[in-house]
Structures are given as structure tokens and as C-alpha cells.
């Protein structure tokens, strides 16, 4: 698990975390998780890996001290983005990108060797930061969203390599600057 720059926290979600994730989800998604989603996800669903990210400081009742979470699952060798979102109020502080850093970071822990993920055809901002980690969009899946009949679009890190573990290395460390510059 990534240890990122004071005021900032990260680690496995747990059960007590989830009023604020949901309302982070509510917030995130068109349609939001359905009822009992993450409980199942958390307790049964052992593929199953989720991170909370909270920022210190924030804990007066105004602001959630959750500001973030994600979660893959792991298949075989790959892992599966199945969500990442930050809370609307913190958005363009570089904590999507912390909480895609440390997922992919705990890619290599397992091991896994590539990175996959579905993405709304509409969401240039997550394709945004999907790209600035590399990942190449190799194919759709038509009307993939049952809510807005949107299509996906397939991203993946083909390669999990020395190399790529290099470049996140070099983006951990740019990253955590700028964390504790704005801190
Ligand atoms: C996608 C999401 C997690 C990004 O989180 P964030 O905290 O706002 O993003 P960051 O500040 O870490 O930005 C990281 C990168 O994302 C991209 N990005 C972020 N905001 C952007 C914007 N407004 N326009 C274009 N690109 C943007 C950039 O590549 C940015 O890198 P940069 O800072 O070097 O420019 C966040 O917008 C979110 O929760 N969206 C709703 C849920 C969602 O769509 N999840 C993805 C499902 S596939």
C-alpha cells in the first residue's frame, strides 16, 4: 500500500467506510451502486480488492474524511478496475491519480501482469488519467451500460513489466510533490 504525503491516507476499505463511499458513489456514477453491491464485494467476493483514501484534518463534520476509494478484482493474472472515484469537491488534486497509482502498484504484489478496464464512451476526464498511466484502448463493448445504453470502451496496460514498475516509480515521485505542495 502506497504511504502518501500527510494529509492524505490510504488503505483497504472496510465495512465501517461505506455511508461515505456510497454517498461518494451516488455522487460519481449516473447510477449508483446497487443495494448491498460493496457489502458483497467486501465480504464475499474473494477477487475482490477495495481502497479508501481520506485526508486528515477534515473530520468537523463539514467534509467527509473520505475523499476517495477504488477497487479491482483479480482474475488470473490481471486485474479488473472495477471503480475508482474521488469526491466532486476534490477533484483535480491528483487524488484519481493516487488512488490509480496505488492500485496498480498492488498489481504487482499478486502478481499481476496486465491491467484492464471499462470506461463510458463520454468520460474524457477518466480516459484522461487512464492514459496518462499508458493504457491503450484496444476495443468496445456496444451499449455496455445498461443505464444510458452508452457503449465502453476496453483500456489495459498490456504489460506489467520492470519497465512499466519504473514509470510508476517516476509518477509516484511527481505525484507526491505536488501533494505536498498544495497541501
Ligand atoms: C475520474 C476521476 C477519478 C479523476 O479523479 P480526479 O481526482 O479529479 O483526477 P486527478 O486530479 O487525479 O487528475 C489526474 C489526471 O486525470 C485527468 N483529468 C483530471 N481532471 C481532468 C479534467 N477536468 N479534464 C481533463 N482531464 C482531467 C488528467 O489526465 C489528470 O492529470 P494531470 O493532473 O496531470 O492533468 C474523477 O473525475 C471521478 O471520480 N469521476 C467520476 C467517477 C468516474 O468517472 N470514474 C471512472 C470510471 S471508469
Redesign the pocket.
Known sequence: MLIPPAPYWLRSMALHDLPEVREIDRL??PTAARAGLFEHELEQNNIAHYYVLGRMGDEDGRIAPIV?FTGFWLIADEIH?S????HPQ??????????LLNLLFEAYEHPATMAT????RS????Q??Y??YEFEEVGTRPRYYRDTGEDALLMTVPSLNARYHQFLEGQQAALFQRLRSEA
Not at 476534490?90 to 488512488?99: A, D, I, K, S
Not at 478496464?117 to 463510458?120: F, K, M
Open positions: 460519481s456514477f476517495g478496475v471503480t475508482i472515484a474521488s476534490w477533484r483535480g488534486h491528483g487524488l484519481g491519480e493516487l488512488l478496464l471499462e470506461v463510458r468520460n474524457t476526464v477518466a484522461a488519467l492514459r496518462k
